[in-house]
C-alpha cells in the first residue's frame, strides 16, 4: 500500500516557476514508476509526466515538455515537479500517482485507469 500527499500549489503568475512536491509512505514506493497527472475545470484528467521506479527513464505529455521536470528522491520517498515558463493553460488540479511494477524498465505508463494509488491533489492557478 502507497499513500501519497501532494503540497506547492498556489497561484502563479504567468511566465514564473513553482515546484510541486509529492510525499509518500509505504514500503512498496521504492518498487513503483510514479506519474504527474492534472485536471482542469470541466476536462478530463490528463498526463503531465512520469518517472521510472529506479529514477532513470522519465515521460513527458507534450504540452509541458521542455518546461517541467520531474524527479524523485527514493531515500526521502519524495517526487518532485519542477515547472517552468508557466501558463494559464497549465491550470489544474495536479495529482501525484504511482503504480507498482515489478521490473525497473517497463513502459511508463500515461492512463489514469493503470495508477494504483492517488494523492488527494494540489491546485495550481497561473494568472495571465
Known amino acids: 500500500q502507497v499513500s501519497l500527499v501532494e503540497s506547492g500549489g498556489g497561484l502563479e503568475q504567468a511566465g514564473g516557476s513553482a515546484r510541486l512536491s509529492c510525499v509518500a509512505s509505504?514500503?512498496?514506493?521504492?518498487?513503483?514508476?510514479v506519474a504527474w497527472f492534472r485536471q482542469a475545470p470541466g476536462k478530463e484528467r490528463e498526463f503531465v509526466a512520469a518517472?521510472?521506479?529506479?529514477?532513470?527513464?522519465?515521460r513527458y505529455a507534450d504540452s509541458v515538455k521542455g518546461r517541467f521536470t520531474i524527479s524523485r528522491d527514493n531515500a526521502k520517498k519524495t517526487v518532485g515537479l519542477e515547472m517552468n515558463s508557466l501558463k494559464p493553460d497549465d491550470t489544474a488540479v495536479y495529482y501525484c500517482?504511482?503504480?507498482?511494477?515489478?521490473?525497473?524498465?517497463?513502459?511508463?505508463?500515461?492512463?489514469?485507469?493503470?495508477?494504483?494509488?492517488w494523492g488527494q491533489g494540489t491546485q495550481v492557478t497561473v494568472s495571465s
Open positions: 509505504g514500503s512498496i514506493f521504492n518498487r513503483c514508476n
Open positions: 500517482a504511482a503504480k507498482h511494477v515489478i521490473l525497473s524498465n517497463q513502459l511508463l505508463r500515461v492512463t489514469p485507469a493503470e495508477y494504483d494509488y
Open positions: 518517472i521510472s521506479r529506479n529514477g532513470l527513464d522519465t
